[in-house]
Each structure stands twice: as C-alpha cells, then as structure tokens.
C-alpha cells in the first residue's frame, strides 16, 4: 500500500512531536521507582560527549551509548533527506543505522541493570512513527 507524500509528511511531523517530547521527560532510571531519574534531553547530552570526555575509557558501553546517541542525528538526517526522492537508499541507510542505534541503548540498559523510562519509549516511538512511511513508499515514487 503506497501513500501520499502529504500522508507521509503529516506522519513524520507528528512523530516529530513525539519524539521532541521525549527530551522533557524522565528517559532513564536506576531503577522503576528512581526519585531523581534522568531527562531525554540529559541522556541525549551524556550520549553525545562521552566520547570526547576525558574521563571515558574506550570500552563496550562507551560504545554502546555513543551509538545510541547518535539516533537523534540519524533521524535528522533522515528528514533532511526525505526532502530529495533521489536518496531513497541512503534514508534506507539511515532506517538500518537508527535500528542499530536502537539496539545499541537496549543492550546499553541490559548490561547496566538501567529501567527505561517514559521519555525512553517516546523516543524510540517517535523514531519509528518518523520513519514509517518509508516503509510504505509513496505515489509520488511508483
């Protein structure tokens, strides 16, 4: 079933939304009842420099952060590159690479014992509704 370009973008803004909201909640926690979890907007922080900080050690779980962090760039990427039909293989690139990044943050929590939170999964969620409609393909693009 393909879908209109106007159908695809309204998905996309709206996944948008969700994912920004995402930043103003609790996204992280020790545990589920956490009284001072962490917020999106800090996990995002922490994941974007913690490789760069002088504290870190190269290990697996810098590894596994600094990926997951870099969803938030691949799905700007992605909308940027929505706006072009000729690269329609680099947005698939870019669907595997956030897919990887997922992953990497869930195998981040697992090794660390951390309970994701709301913002956690409105993140994620908004990602996914972001690139939905290139699961569909649009009119446009027969």
């Known amino acids: 079933m393909k879908i209109s370009q106007v ?3 309204l998905i996309r803004v709206v996944g948008l939304a969700v994912f920004a909201v ?3 909640l609790p996204a992280l ?3 589920p009842h956490d009284e001072h979890p962490l917020m999106g907007w800090k996990c995002a922080s922490i994941a974007l420099t913690m490789p760069f900080s002088k504290e870190a050690t190269f290990n697996l779980d810098v590894i596994l952060v600094s990926l997951s962090g870099w969803l938030n760039l691949f799905v700007i990427l992605y909308l940027v590159f929505c706006l072009f039909k000729q690269l329609k293989m680099a947005r698939w690139v870019l669907v595997g690479l956030s897919a990887a990044s997922m992953i990497s ?3 981040f929590f697992g090794r660390q014992h951390y309970v994701p939170l709301m913002g ?3 993140w994620i969620a908004g990602a996914v509704i972001i690139i939905l ?3 569909f393909g649009s009119k446009q693009e027969g």
Do not use: C, I, Q
């Open 29 to 31: 926690g020790l545990d």
């Open 105 to 107: 943050t869930w195998v």
């Open 22 to 24: 995402a930043f103003l």
């Open 120 to 122: 956690h999964f409105l």
């Open 7 to 9: 159908v695809a973008w």
């Open 133 to 135: 409609p290139e699961f």
